[in-house]
T-cell receptor, first 113, second 111 residues
Framework: DQQVKQNSPSLSVQEGRISILNCDYTNSMFDYFLWYKKYPAEGPTFLISISSIKDKNEDGRFTVFLNKSAKHLSLHIVPSQPGDSAVYFC????????????FGTGTRLTVIP | DADVTQTPRNRITKTGKRIMLECSQTKGHDRMYWYRQDPGLGLRLIYYSFDVKDINKGEISDGYSVSRQAQAKFSLSLESAIPNQTALYFC??????????FGPGTRLTVL
């Protein structure tokens, strides 16, 4: 029973354009959401997060949007760069619980020069 | 130097063997986690520990055990490895910011 879903296994985008990665969740208790980026042979690295009291969080080229009513979040990367090519994982947790992170299955982003 | 290290990075073993994967961290975090990643399944939680005296089962703890030897060290053991435990294993730490920081992973193959 996958509580966090990333329905697009892969995405290709031209350099300089916007990349939009999507994530859906089913557990209404989740109140903290994170995006991790993973390069081959490395562990996931934290990218950006958002708590459920916000609907947008921005950090440089990366913006995460949260739509609580739709149980949907998205990561926007603008402009996309070849170095952004990686697998992106969405994760969610319920603060005040065990802080266990539930991960999506990942989306492989390829930015074409 | 890496804040979260895992040893070994790669291991091939045979069915029935006992295997220990080790994790060390220099971040001073109390919370530590073990995950496994399988193709198409993302990362799933095996065990977690909030301090040296605290051990908790995660989503997929069967067939695994852990030991929290110190704040900085958290080991994962497979008492009798089986082929479906072939996976990529990640250790993670967490401080006060609710953000987890991952080690580089251990690729384990059980033949």
């Amino acid at each position: 029973d996958q509580q966090v879903k990333q329905n697009s296994p892969s995405l290709s985008v031209q350099e300089g354009r916007i990349s939009i990665l999507n994530c859906d969740y089913t557990n209404s208790m989740f109140d903290y959401f994170l995006w991790y980026k993973k390069y081959p042979a490395e562990g996931p690295t934290f990218l950006i997060s958002i708590s459920s009291i916000k609907d947008k969080n921005e950090d440089g080229r990366f913006t995460v949007f949260l739509n609580k009513s739709a149980k949907h979040l998205s990561l926007h990367i603008v402009p996309s760069q070849p170095g952004d090519s990686a697998v992106y994982f969405c994760a969610a947790s319920a603060i005040g619980g065990a802080n266990n992170l539930f991960f999506g299955t990942g989306t492989r982003l390829t930015v074409i020069p | 130097d890496a804040d979260v290290t895992q040893t070994p990075r790669n291991r091939i073993t045979k069915t029935g063997k006992r295997i220990m994967l080790e994790c060390s961290q220099t971040k001073g975090h109390d919370r530590m986690y073990w995950y496994r990643q399988d193709p198409g399944l993302g990362l799933r939680l095996i065990y977690y520990s909030f301090d040296v005296k605290d051990i908790n089962k995660g989503e997929i703890s069967d067939g695994y055990s852990v030991s929290r030897q110190a704040q900085a060290k958290f080991s994962l053991s497979l008492e009798s490895a089986i082929p479906n435990q072939t996976a990529l294993y990640f250790c993670a730490t967490e401080g006060s910011t609710d953000t987890q920081y991952f080690g580089p992973g251990t690729r384990l193959t059980v033949l």
